[in-house]
């Protein structure tokens, strides 16, 4: 009953988001929506922003497990993208409120996620010293996140698809480069 209940709060959250802004939508306009009453609302989440939290980590969850074993950059990030056109506004209503920094940190979760599995499933990884090894995701993540960012403050006017698999084909193997160079840069170190 519990997760039904919490499954219609985000569902009515969800449809509000995509009418108006994060801002403007009221804890008794979604209990009215799914026909519940505030206390129970409260019994699931703090506020409407610990809702949003929760919204964006099921979404990084789904997205992680369904890229389980990514191949490219591009079909995890794909998938995210999929969400993002799904609820076009609510998106844009999130990139245009207070909760902005929520965006940023679903798009960094989900764009770290991708690349560490990529570069986790190179043999060279494993050489390369775990310093480098995050510099080396974070700078990924950071360029892939920062592009999603920029596509939704343009208005996500451009295939996002086309977009992220353009980027796939231009930077196809410069992980693997990078960690080889990670690789090799350990080697002199211990010289």
Same mark, same amino acid.
């Given at each position: 009953m519990a997760q039904f209940t919490k499954k219609a709060i985000v569902?009515?959250?969800l449809e509000l988001l995509n009418e108006k802004p994060l801002d403007k939508i009221t804890v008794k306009e979604i209990v009215d929506s799914c026909g519940i009453n505030r206390?129970?609302?409260?019994?699931?989440?703090? !506020?409407?922003?610990a809702l949003l939290t929760f919204v964006i980590d099921g979404?990084?969850?789904r997205v992680a497990a369904k890229n389980a !074993?990514?191949?490219?950059?591009?079909?995890?990030?794909?998938?995210?993208?999929r969400f993002a056109l799904s609820n076009k506004r609510a998106i844009y209503h999130i990139y245009n409120s207070v909760?902005?920094?929520e965006l940023e940190r679903y798009l960094n979760s989900i764009a770290q996620e991708v690349v560490r599995r990529l570069a986790e499933g190179l043999s060279v990884t494993r050489d390369v010293p775990e310093p480098d090894r995050e510099l080396i995701i974070d700078f990924y993540k950071c360029g892939l996140s920062g592009m999603v960012m920029a596509w939704v403050g343009e208005g996500m006017k451009a295939d996002p698809e086309q977009m992220i698999r353009s980027l796939g084909a231009l930077l196809k193997g410069s992980i693997a480069s990078a960690m080889e160079k990670g690789?090799?840069?350990a080697g002199r170190k211990k010289q």
């Open positions: 569902e009515a959250f206390n129970t609302f409260y019994y699931h989440f703090e !506020d409407i922003r979404e990084v969850e !074993d990514v191949q490219s950059l591009e079909e995890g990030f794909i998938e995210a993208a909760s902005r920094e690789r090799q840069r």
